[in-house]
């Protein structure tokens, strides 16, 4: 098939050139997001294959199955930013990785709770200018600690069974429970018990309708003061102005955010040289207890090998005609 890749990275041409070879596709990449203004690109393509920030809304789509696509093949798990009634209408079938490698999000999520609370981040830079002090550098120990852990499907256990390893005991709220997490000692609960009784908060549900901003004010407000909440899920679960205003008061100790509500048009390009428009990040930059990443949660070779193999394989599929084991619809 004749697969046009769009918002190509460095490493998505290596992962995919890997594997590409003796696969029958041919990948034409390009840097450019997929969107209303670049979705003429795909014309002459059987596929089009996407990442977290391409906008497949409904004009997007009407474009590229106009152009002839026959499938758009989502490179992550998640699929928010497409309009699948669209491609119902339209007739595209979508498809996606739905699990490549929890561990590598579940791991970064422990990286920034780590980072946030023992100030690795502020010792590096301290050292660095010959600046020895310990002052203000106090964390705490996570062991004896009640995380909180809203959805618990696959990066959600990943994220538990750490957590587990460091001794904390786990509360967790999901719409399914896993008699597994159960067994190892997991206590599901209402999610307002788990947001009162946390003393570090991380999301592992996916944004839909009813979770959109999961975390305002109100909720902000049933938490522990100086609570930690870490977000590696996707932005949207978060109203990030009332975030800032639990940072200012104290209520949010720590907030550690791999993900960002107006993230495109951000991140996943160096702005180094340009004036930041955004004064939303701009103030969750200014706080010295909050940490972004640049949603590189999945970043890890293993998973970036997984993400290639599944795709090419969603797409063999589709062309053979086999069943789609994982398509949205
Ligand atoms: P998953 O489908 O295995 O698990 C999601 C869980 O959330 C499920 O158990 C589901 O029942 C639960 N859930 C659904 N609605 C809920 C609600 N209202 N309240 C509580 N729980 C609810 O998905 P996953 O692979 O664990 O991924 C989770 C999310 O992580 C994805 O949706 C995606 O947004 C995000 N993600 C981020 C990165 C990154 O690089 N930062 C990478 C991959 C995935």
Do not use: W
Request: with cysteine; aromatic share 8%.
């Amino acid at each position: 098939m004749k697969i046009a890749f769009f918002s190509t990275k460095s490493y998505d041409k290596t992962s995919f050139g890997n594997f590409v070879e003796g696969s029958g596709h041919e990948i034409t990449f390009f840097e450019l997001a997929l969107s209303e203004i670049t979705a003429p690109l795909a014309g002459g393509f059987d596929a089009v294959c996407v990442f977290v920030n391409d906008k497949l809304d409904e004009k997007t789509i009407g474009i590229i199955a106009e152009q002839g696509v026959k499938v758009i093949a989502l490179r992550c798990a998640g699929f928010n930013n497409v309009d699948l009634e669209a491609a119902k209408k339209h007739e595209l079938k979508v498809v996606r990785v739905p699990a490549y490698s929890p561990e590598a999000v579940a791991e970064h999520a422990l990286a920034l709770m780590m980072t946030l609370n023992r100030k690795t981040h502020k010792a590096f830079n301290r050292i660095r200018e010959n600046n020895f002090s310990i002052e203000n550098l106090t964390g705490f120990n996570l062991h004896g600690k009640t995380v909180g852990v809203i959805g618990t499907g696959l990066i959600g256990s990943a994220f538990i069974r750490i957590m587990r390893g460091f001794g904390c005991s786990i509360l967790a709220s999901d719409v399914r429970e896993s008699e597994e997490l159960k067994s190892l000692g997991v206590t599901y609960v209402p999610v307002s018990e788990l947001l009162s009784k946390s003393d570090v908060i991380s999301l592992h549900c996916p944004l839909l309708p009813d979770t959109h901003h999961l975390i305002n004010a109100a909720s902000l407000d049933q938490m522990k003061d100086g609570v930690m909440l870490i977000n590696t899920s996707r932005g949207g679960l978060v109203n990030t102005g009332d975030a800032i205003d639990a940072l200012k008061t104290g209520k949010l100790g720590y907030l550690g955010i791999d993900v960002y509500e107006q993230e495109a048009g951000i991140f996943f390009k160096d702005s180094s040289e340009t004036i930041l428009q955004d004064d939303v990040i701009a103030r969750l930059m200014t706080f010295p207890n909050v940490l972004i990443t640049g949603h590189q949660g999945f970043l890890t070779h293993e998973a970036l090998e997984q993400i290639a193999k599944i795709t090419l394989q969603n797409l063999s599929d589709f062309e053979r005609g086999v069943e789609l084991k994982n398509k949205i619809f």
